[in-house]
C-alpha cells in the first residue's frame, strides 16, 4: 500500500481542487500536497538527517496536517505535542526524543514558544533549529527560522530529497504522548501500516465510503485523532472539517453547514453538545455516525445523542499503545452499542490475565492484553516501560480488567492503572501528587477521580498540610501553572484533612478518599 504522502500526492492529482480539509480554513488536496511539500523542503535544507526527530506543536487545524506530511516526506520522525502541553510536558518529549527541531506558531495560548525554545536551547537540549509559521502553513505565509527568513529547497532539489527520503508505510512516522503513572509522558511508536490496519476495520465498522465528510474535534497527535483527521479521510479521498478549538456551539452550526456524516469525538465532547441549547437550533440530520471513547461512554447520554441527532453511537476499545482489541459496528443492536465495548476482534488473539501474569482467558475475567497489526511498536527509547507493557511472552496489556462473554463481547469494569480519566484524558494521579507536593504549604497529597456530568471525572485532591499552614485551591493552582504544569493536571478541587487515610500495608487508600469525594458530591447535589 502506498504511504499517506503519496495517497495525497495521487489525489492532488486527480482531484486537485477537492477540499481536503474544511472548516478553519478550506484546503484542497493540491494545496495540501504544496504547504507538506515546502516544509519538507524546509527541513531538509536545514540539514536534518533522515530518522531524526521533529517536534510538532501546532493547533488543530490543516498546518498541523501538513507538518506530518512534511516530515514523512523529508524522512523524519514528527513528535506529536498536544496544544495544552505546558513547559514541563514540552521539555520532557523534545529531551526525551532528542528532537533536532520544533515546527510552532510563535505563541499557544499564553505561552512563548519561541522564548520558550530558546531556554530549552540553554538548558542543554539538541533543539537546533526552530521553524515558526504564523498560521497554517500556507505557501505565501512567510516562515522564520531561529528568528531570520529562510528558502525552501528549489522544487528540482525538494522533489530529488523526497525520493530519496520519503518514509514507507513500516518506518516509523510518528510519536505521540501517552500518560504515565510515575513520571512524565512516554513516547507511543506509530508506523503507518498500523493505522491503515485500523482504517479496514473503521471503514467496515462504520460502513464509511468517499461520499462521506468527516469532523474530528479530538487533538490531531493523539491515537483517537491519527486515524480520524490524519489517516482515513486521506485512504478515502473524503474532506474533514477541523476546528482550532472545540466548543460545542460551534461544533453543531459547523455539522449543519458542512453537513457532516462522520463526527469523532471523545464522550465529554458530545455530551457537551447535548447540553447545549444550540442543539435544538440546528439540523443534525446529515449526522449518521459518532465515533466515541477515550474513556467509558454514558449509556443514556449516548442513546439520546442517537434519538436527538439520528446517528448511530460506535466506539473503539483500546489504548493510543494497543489500538483496538475490541469494536462495536453499525450492525450491532443498540444494547450491544450503548452498554458494552463491542466483540473482541479475532485478528487482536484477544487474551486475559491476572496481575501476575498468568492467562486468565478461560474465567472470562482479567486484564486484556493482544497481539496483532494495530499495536504499536510499544514505547521509545523506555525499555523499563515496555518491560510492564508487555507480558514476559510477547502480550501487549491494557490497564484495564474486562469480561469477555460467550458471545465474544467485551465489558470493562475497572482499571488497574491509577489514572483519572478526565475528558478522554489519561491524567496520572502520581504526576498530580508529585507536582502538588513541590507546593510548601503540602506535607503530603493524593489525586483521586472525582465524578462529573460532563468530564466524566474531575482531578480532586486530598492534602495533608504542615503545621500552621493554609491553602486553597486557586493558591495551588497558581502555583502548579508557575511551575509549568499542563491544563489538564491541574487539580479542580481541594479538600484539606488533618491526615490522609491509610490501608493496611501503609499506602494512602484512595478506595476510601473515592468513596468520600462521591459522598461530598451526593451532599452537595441533595442541598441545592
Same mark, same amino acid.
Given at each position: 500500500m502506498p504511504s499517506l504522502s503519496q495517497r495525497i500526492d495521487e489525489l492532488a492529482a486527480r482531484v486537485p481542487d477537492a477540499p481536503a480539509f474544511l472548516g478553519v480554513e478550506t484546503v484542497s488536496w493540491r494545496e495540501y500536497a504544496a504547504r507538506a511539500r515546502r516544509l519538507a523542503g524546509v527541513l531538509v535544507g536545514l540539514g536534518l538527517a533522515k530518522g531524526e526527530r521533529v517536534g510538532v506543536l501546532l493547533p488543530d487545524g490543516p498546518g498541523v496536517h501538513a507538518a506530518f506530511v512534511a516530515c514523512e516526506l523529508a524522512g523524519l520522525t514528527a513528535v506529536g505535542i498536544g496544544p495544552r502541553a505546558g513547559p514541563l510536558e514540552i521539555r520532557h518529549l523534545l529531551g526525551h526524543t532528542q528532537a533536532q527541531a520544533l515546527v510552532s506558531r510563535p505563541a499557544l495560548?499564553?505561552?512563548?514558544?519561541?522564548?520558550?525554545?530558546?531556554?530549552?536551547?540553554?538548558?542543554?537540549?539538541?533543539?537546533?533549529?526552530?521553524?515558526?509559521?504564523?498560521?497554517?502553513?500556507?505557501?505565501?505565509?512567510?516562515?522564520? &527560522?531561529?528568528?531570520?527568513?529562510?528558502?525552501?529547497?528549489?522544487?528540482?532539489?525538494?522533489?530529488?530529497?523526497?525520493?530519496?527520503?520519503? *518514509?514507507?508505510?513500516?518506518?516509523?512516522?510518528?510519536?505521540?504522548?501517552?500518560?504515565?503513572?510515575?513520571?512524565?509522558?512516554?513516547?507511543?511508536? @506509530?508506523? =503507518?501500516?498500523?493505522?491503515?490496519?485500523?482504517?479496514?476495520?473503521?471503514?467496515?465498522?462504520?460502513?464509511?465510503?468517499?461520499?462521506?465528510?468527516?469532523?474530528?474535534?479530538?487533538?490531531?497527535?493523539?491515537?483517537?485523532?491519527?486515524?480520524?483527521? @490524519?489517516?482515513?479521510?486521506?485512504? *478515502?479521498?473524503?474532506?474533514? *472539517?477541523?476546528?482550532? !478549538?472545540?466548543?460545542?456551539?460551534?461544533?453543531? !452550526?459547523?455539522?449543519?453547514? @458542512?453537513?457532516?456524516? &462522520?463526527?469523532?469525538?471523545?464522550?465529554? =465532547?458530545?455530551?457537551?453538545?447535548?447540553?447545549?441549547?444550540?442543539?435544538?437550533?440546528?439540523?443534525?440530520?446529515?449526522?449518521?455516525?459518532?465515533?466515541?471513547?477515550?474513556?467509558?461512554?454514558?449509556?443514556?447520554?449516548?442513546?439520546?445523542?442517537?434519538?436527538?441527532?439520528?446517528?448511530?453511537?460506535?466506539?473503539?476499545?483500546?489504548?493510543?499503545?494497543?489500538?483496538?482489541?475490541?469494536?462495536?459496528?453499525?450492525?450491532?443492536?443498540?444494547?450491544? !452499542?450503548?452498554?458494552?465495548?463491542?466483540?473482541?476482534?479475532?485478528?487482536? =488473539?484477544?487474551?486475559?490475565?491476572?496481575?501476575?501474569g498468568r492467562d486468565v482467558t478461560a474465567s472470562g475475567r482479567g486484564i486484556p492484553a493482544c497481539r496483532g497489526a494495530l499495536t504499536s511498536r510499544g514505547y521509545y527509547g523506555d525499555p523499563e516501560a515496555n518491560r510492564k507493557l508487555f507480558t514476559a511472552d510477547g502480550w501487549m496489556l491494557t490497564g484495564d480488567v474486562a469480561t469477555i462473554d460467550d458471545e465474544g463481547i467485551l465489558r470493562v469494569v475497572g482499571r488497574t492503572a491509577d489514572f483519572i480519566i478526565r475528558g478522554g484524558k489519561n491524567v496520572s494521579a502520581p504526576v498530580v501528587e508529585a507536582a502538588v507536593a513541590t507546593h510548601p504549604a503540602v506535607a503530603l497529597a493524593a489525586a483521586v477521580a472525582m465524578p462529573d456530568e460532563v468530564f466524566g471525572e474531575r482531578v480532586c485532591v486530598y492534602a495533608e498540610l504542615r503545621p500552621g499552614q493554609r491553602l486553597d485551591l486557586d493558591e495551588l493552582v497558581? @502555583?502548579?501553572?508557575? =511551575?509549568?504544569?499542563?491544563?489538564?493536571?491541574?487539580?479542580?478541587?481541594?479538600?484539606?484533612?488533618?491526615?490522609?487515610? !491509610?490501608?493496611?500495608?501503609?499506602?494512602?487508600?484512595?478506595?476510601?478518599?473515592?468513596?468520600?469525594?462521591?459522598?461530598?458530591?451526593?451532599?452537595?447535589?441533595?442541598?441545592?
Open positions: 495560548g499564553e505561552l512563548d514558544l519561541v522564548a520558550l525554545a530558546g531556554e530549552l536551547r540553554a538548558q542543554g537540549l539538541p533543539l537546533r533549529h526552530h521553524v515558526v509559521a504564523e498560521a497554517e502553513l500556507a505557501p505565501e505565509e512567510p516562515l522564520l &527560522v531561529d528568528g531570520a527568513g529562510v528558502a525552501a529547497l528549489s522544487p528540482a532539489a525538494t522533489e530529488a530529497a523526497i525520493a530519496a527520503r520519503r *518514509l514507507g508505510p513500516g518506518d516509523l512516522f510518528l510519536l505521540n504522548s501517552t500518560s504515565g503513572t510515575t513520571g512524565l509522558p512516554k513516547c507511543v511508536t @506509530h508506523d =503507518q501500516a498500523r493505522w491503515f490496519a485500523f482504517h479496514e476495520l473503521a471503514v467496515d465498522a462504520g460502513e464509511l465510503t468517499a461520499s462521506d465528510v468527516f469532523m474530528s474535534v479530538v487533538p490531531a497527535p493523539f491515537g483517537f485523532g491519527v486515524w480520524t483527521s @490524519h489517516v482515513t479521510p486521506v485512504l *478515502l479521498g473524503a474532506p474533514t *472539517l477541523l476546528l482550532a !478549538r472545540f466548543s460545542a456551539e460551534d461544533a453543531i !452550526r459547523a455539522i449543519e453547514r @458542512h453537513r457532516v456524516s &462522520v463526527l469523532a469525538a471523545v464522550s465529554t =465532547q458530545f455530551v457537551m453538545m447535548l447540553n447545549s441549547p444550540a442543539l435544538a437550533l440546528h439540523d443534525l440530520s446529515s449526522l449518521r455516525v459518532l465515533f466515541t471513547g477515550g474513556e467509558a461512554v454514558p449509556a443514556s447520554r449516548a442513546e439520546e445523542f442517537e434519538k436527538r441527532t439520528g446517528a448511530q453511537v460506535l466506539q473503539f476499545y483500546g489504548s493510543n499503545e494497543t489500538g483496538a482489541l475490541s469494536c462495536t459496528t453499525t450492525r450491532d443492536s443498540r444494547e450491544v !452499542r450503548l452498554t458494552t465495548a463491542g466483540r473482541v476482534i479475532e485478528a487482536m =488473539q484477544v487474551r486475559l490475565f491476572d496481575e501476575d497558581a @502555583h502548579l501553572r508557575r =511551575q509549568g504544569a499542563s491544563k489538564e493536571t491541574l487539580p479542580e478541587r481541594l479538600v484539606v484533612v488533618a491526615e490522609l487515610p !491509610r490501608a493496611s500495608g501503609g499506602k494512602i487508600a484512595k478506595g476510601a478518599l473515592r468513596e468520600d469525594i462521591r459522598r461530598r458530591i451526593t451532599e452537595e447535589k441533595t442541598r441545592a
